[in-house]
Every structure is written in C-alpha cells, then in structure tokens.
C-alpha cells in the first residue's frame, strides 16, 4: 500500500510556475502507475497528467499539454508536476493518485490511493 502527501501549492499570479510535489511511502511505489488530478470549486475531478512506473511513458490531458510535465524519482519516492504559464482555469485543488499496474488511466476510480491534496491558486 501506498500513501501519499503532496505540497507545493500556493497563490500566484497567472504567468509564473509552480512545482507540485507527491511524496510516497510503502513498497509498492516503484511499480505504480502515479498521476495528478485537479479539481476545481463545482466541478469534477479532472485528469491532468501520468507516469507509469518507470518513468518513460507519460500522459497529459490535451489543456495541459505544453504547460505541465509530470516526472518521479523513484529513489526517492517523489513524483512532481512542474506547472508553467499558470493561468486562472488552473485553479483547484491538485490531488496525487496511485494504482498498480502498467497502464496510465485517466479515470479517478482506476486510482486506489489518494492524497489530500494542495491549493493552487492563480490569480488574473
């Protein structure tokens, strides 16, 4: 079993970047496919980007793509969202997910394990 605590979120202005970091503890970490949600006030939780165990294949919904790049360490049993060029629509609360297995999926109920989360906040 995995657990995860994510940090890294805060306020900014739209235009600046925000690393986003998931910390992982348990065993199972170095063969989990991870990915990041986001969801925002009234909306649902949304796919924003996945990495599978090894670091190689990754996956972004198409809003994101060019902005945000996902990355893990599996050493240190990190994985980040590097986010740039924020803009307001990127506001939410950003959520780290785990799930076995070798395929990234981008729905919520694939993912088994979830972090708190962290606040992001862009402002205009």
């Known amino acids: 079993q995995v657990q995860l605590v994510e940090s890294g979120g805060g306020l900014v202005q739209a235009g600046q970047s925000l690393r986003l970091s998931c910390a992982a503890s348990?065993?199972?970490?170095?063969?989990?496919?991870m990915a990041w949600f986001r969801q925002a006030p009234g909306k649902e939780r949304e796919f924003v980007a996945g990495?599978?165990?090894?670091?190689?294949?990754?996956s972004y919904r198409d809003s994101v793509k060019g902005r945000f790049t996902i990355s893990r360490d599996n050493a240190k049993r990190t994985v980040a969202l590097q986010i740039n060029s924020l803009v307001p629509e990127d506001t939410a609360v950003y959520y780290c997910?785990?799930?076995?297995?070798?395929?990234?999926?981008?729905?919520?109920?694939?993912?088994?394990?979830w972090g708190q989360g962290t606040q992001v906040t862009v402002s205009s």
């Open positions: 348990g065993r199972t970490f170095g063969t989990s496919v």
């Open positions: 997910a785990a799930r076995s297995g070798a395929t990234i999926a981008t729905t919520q109920d694939d993912y088994g394990t």
């Open positions: 990495i599978n165990w090894t670091g190689r294949n990754t």
